[in-house]
């Protein structure tokens, strides 16, 4: 077992400091594109083109839904398997909602309490993101001048 050094215990400290603080804001554009992704996501459920593809857009949901309702809480985000403790020590209401309404779609394809949750988080923000909404391509992706 490695012993502490100084060195070890200001990087311990800085880390604790940094976790505490939390996350930096998320700027405009953060938050749009997540608003956006969840909406096409939502569209993707409303009308699936088979039950294989509804699973997968609804697992792809469960992470995009989990990361804006806590990044716009200003609240550090969770991956996978952490999201469920990572909702429930923020906001365990919250958190019983989400585990039920994704059960339901998990277990029975029945996704209109997730798309119910998607409204709820999305709405501080206006809602569902589609009209009028464009993003510019990066430089380094788009096709060189002829």
């Not at 400290?13 to 939390?22: F, K, P, Q, T, Y």
């Not at 839904?65 to 996978?80: T, V």
């Not at 029945?110 to 798309?115: F, G, P, Q």
Request: with cysteine; aromatic share 10%; hydrophobic share 35%.
């Amino acid at each position: 077992m490695p012993r502490e050094t100084k060195f070890g215990s200001l990087m311990k400290d800085l880390a604790s400091r940094i976790l505490e603080e939390g996350p930096i804001p998320w700027g405009q554009q953060e938050r749009e594109n997540s608003r956006y992704a969840i909406s096409d996501l939502v569209e993707d459920i409303r009308e699936p083109r088979n039950t294989p593809e509804l699973r997968i857009v609804v697992a792809n949901l469960y992470s995009a839904i989990a990361d804006h309702f806590l990044r716009s809480q200003n609240q550090w985000s969770a991956k996978g398997k952490s999201i469920p403790r990572r909702l429930m020590s923020v906001d365990p209401e919250f958190h019983k909602r989400f585990a039920e309404a994704f059960e339901a779609a998990f277990t029975s394809d029945d996704t209109t309490d997730v798309i119910r949750l998607c409204e709820h988080v999305l709405e501080p923000d206006g809602d569902f993101l589609f009209q009028g909404y464009t993003r510019d391509a990066p430089k380094e992706w788009r096709m060189p001048d002829a």
